[in-house]
């Protein structure tokens, strides 16, 4: 029943996809905020859909926490599921992502009109570059940043290098930071197809401010919480 079930909600997942993308195209002239009315609607039918059909809910903790200004979010990166999830709870929000998911058919072109922050992670400093200068101006239009540091999907119980970028963004723009754990890979393997039941539970940590802070120091910070936290909700 779980491959049964898992198989129902890929169907769900790439039919609402496809026809949402769709949709999205026509309104990438409207503002910001229309467009992510039209995203929600696809991200509430994808976390009913697990709801209902694989039985798997979530649990959030610490919304309290939230800063009135906007802030850059660094989060653990275990799966697929924290990409469709965050946006149902958190502010508007963009994504630092790598330049080629944009390329993925109906998926990538839905993604282009949220306008994320993406970069060529092959492209080296010019990359860097690239992610502060963009993430600077989405942050200047008051937007939320959401950038996972480790750069890629990690299992459980797994930890890769936290790279410095986040770190010199909020350096350089004096935004505080504020990091987010969860236990999402326990249920939606990174690279699994079946979805097991059970309740993720995501917990939002203190904003932390970085004025007066090196980018290091600032990573490192953020990288002790998280990589704690996680531990706690192993």
């Known amino acids: 029943m779980l491959f049964v079930r898992s198989l129902l909600y890929w169907l769900v997942l790439v039919i609402s996809t496809i026809l949402f993308s769709i949709l999205l195209i026509p309104l990438y002239l409207m503002p910001f905020y229309v467009r992510i ?14 709801k209902y059909l694989c039985k798997l809910d979530y649990q959030v903790e610490g919304l309290e926490n939230l800063p009135e200004k906007n802030a850059i979010f660094l989060a653990k990166h275990q799966s697929a599921w924290e990409t469709i999830a965050f946006q149902a709870f958190l ?9 080629e998911l944009l390329r993925i ?18 492209a080296g400093r ?28 990690t299992a459980p119980g797994k930890k890769a290098i936290y790279h ?16 987010i754990a969860h236990n999402a890979g326990l249920y939606w393997p990174r690279r699994g197809f079946i979805k097991h039941p059970g309740t993720i539970r995501v917990v939002i940590g203190p904003c932390m401010p970085t004025t007066g802070m ?6 490192k910070m953020a990288e002790e919480w998280i990589e704690n936290k996680v531990i706690e909700l192993s």
Request: aromatic share 8%; with cysteine; glycine share 8%.
């Open 37 to 50: 009315r039209m995203d929600r609607a696809w991200i509430h039918i994808n976390l009913s859909a697990l």
């Open 91 to 99: 502010p508007p929000l963009s994504w630092v992502l790598k330049q």
């Open 105 to 122: 058919p109906f998926f990538g072109w839905g993604l282009a009109c949220m306008e994320p922050v993406a970069i060529d992670r092959k």
């Open 126 to 153: 010019q990359a860097l570059n690239h992610m502060i200068k963009q993430g600077s101006t989405r942050l200047k239009q008051g937007r939320w940043l959401m950038i996972f540091p480790e750069g890629t999907r």
């Open 164 to 179: 410095p970028g986040a770190g010199l963004l909020a350096q350089k723009t004096h935004s505080p930071i504020v990091p």
């Open 214 to 219: 090196k980018a290091k120091e600032i990573v």
